[in-house]
């Protein structure tokens, strides 16, 4: 899997634990819902650090929260 499709998925796993929309995340994480889109659905090809950082207190998690997942084992940097 690659990076990108693991944070995609990973972004989508959170919401779904937390039973929150990808327009909710975006309210509480202070990240335009375009923006949230093309990270979940493929247009952004590499998300900053900084962007899932913000991602992450809204979700009220830390950094190494959204990485400890199975989805991040086997990467591969094809695309």
């Known amino acids: 899997m690659t990076i990108k499709k ?18 909710k995340l975006s309210t509480i994480s ?3 819902q375009s923006t949230l889109n093309d990270i979940v659905y ?3 090809k ?7 950082y ?8 830390d950094l190494k929260d959204f990485f400890d997942s199975e989805l991040f084992q086997d ?4 695309d």
């Open 54 to 61: 913000y991602i992450c207190f809204g979700l009220k998690i």
């Open 6 to 23: 693991a944070i995609s998925q990973r972004i989508l796993q959170l919401c779904q634990e937390n039973n929150i929309t990808l327009n």
């Open 42 to 44: 493929g247009k952004s």
């Open 46 to 52: 590499n998300p900053t650090i900084k962007t899932i």
């Open 30 to 32: 202070g990240i335009t």
């Open 75 to 78: 990467i591969t940097d094809n």
